[in-house]
């Protein structure tokens, strides 16, 4: 069973920025795991806005989110990052990332964090 914590939201203007931290349970062997962040807005279906295959083979992002979000990791603080760039409005909701145990399918994930808040606003 692995636990994702995620941290780093809050309120912001448009243009600006925040980093967002994923923090897997102990134990977790890191870079064997998919790692996706999801976006939930009010009134709005669930999005995928970056994913992160196994050893960071392979990265992708949503079109919406495309050269303004850059997703990482530090294996050694077993925590993965969504670095949030020239935020506008459209980008609040609440951000949860996922994992999935086999290494390559964020879109169905095995694990879930709890989720932080982001908003854009002036």
């Known amino acids: 069973q692995m636990r994702l914590d995620e941290s780093g939201g809050g309120l912001v203007e448009p243009g600006g920025s925040l980093r967002l931290s994923c923090e897997a349970s102990?134990?977790?062997?890191?870079?064997?795991?998919?790692y996706g962040w999801f976006r939930q807005a009010p009134g709005k279906e669930r999005e995928l806005v970056a994913c992160s295959t196994q050893n960071n083979a392979y990265i992708s992002y949503g079109d919406s989110v495309k050269g303004r979000f850059t997703v990482s990791r530090d294996n050694a603080k077993h925590t993965v990052y969504l670095q949030m760039d020239n935020l506008k409005p459209e980008d609040s909701g609440v951000y949860h990332c996922a994992a999935d145990g086999a290494g390559w399918n964020c879109l169905s994930p095995d694990y879930w964090g709890h989720g932080t808040e982001v908003t854009v606003s002036s």
């Open positions: 102990s134990g977790s062997t890191l870079d064997l795991y998919a």
